[in-house]
């Protein structure tokens, strides 16, 4: 037993040891080693005049601005304002073209007026038993489903007006009317 005991304490005792003088090698390596040396450029001072003005070419960009874009595709038709403008909240910035949304528009519009005569004339009908209910249930449907393109046709032109949604200074690259893109870049 005790030669065992005396075994794992020599082994402990290297271990520790070698442990030992590792720790103390880097710190000798580490204590010897120097910075590199540093490259310094030095050039003469010299007296000249000073230019206030310079001219560059170059591009700004706001530090606090907004990006306004629309939801839809199309051709700029009007530009109703100009760079550097200050503009109220609400007012027009820019319209896309919208002839054939406004012409879909008064189809849809014209075909939820038809639907809403006849809407209303079956229901006198059906008052006195001249139509069945489910004729008139089939109207009343088809009326809302009118209704409902109709909403939906506006709500399109609406996209494709840009409005101020604040009021601030307008600033823009624009030359020709252009096409927006679907991310309106």
């Known amino acids: 037993m005790i030669i065992m005991l005396i ?9 520790f040891g070698f442990k030992g003088f590792q720790s103390y090698m880097m710190k000798k390596y580490m204590s010897s080693a120097t910075a590199p040396a540093v490259t310094v450029s030095t050039i003469a001072a010299i007296m000249d005049e000073w230019q206030p003005q310079i001219s560059a070419v170059g591009s700004l960009r706001a530090a606090r601005g907004v990006d ?20 109220k909240t609400g007012q027009t910035l820019l319209q896309l073209n919208a002839d054939s949304d406004i012409a879909q528009l008064q189809t849809l519009a014209a075909a ?14 059906f008052i006195v038993q001249a139509v069945s209910k489910a004729s008139l249930d089939a109207d009343a449907a088809d009326l809302k489903v009118k209704q409902a393109q109709v909403a939906q046709q506006e709500t399109l032109l609406r996209k494709k007006t840009i409005s101020a949604p604040f009021c601030r200074t307008v600033g823009y690259i624009c030359g020709e009317p252009r096409t927006i893109s679907e991310s309106g870049r």
Do not use: P, T, W
């Open 68 to 87: 306004i874009a629309s939801e839809m595709a199309g051709i700029v038709q009007n530009v109703n304002c100009k760079s550097g403008n200050n503009v």
């Open 7 to 15: 075994i794992v304490g020599v082994i402990f005792g290297v271990i």
């Open 112 to 125: 939820r007026d038809l639907s809403q005569s006849v809407y209303e004339r079956n229901k006198k009908q």
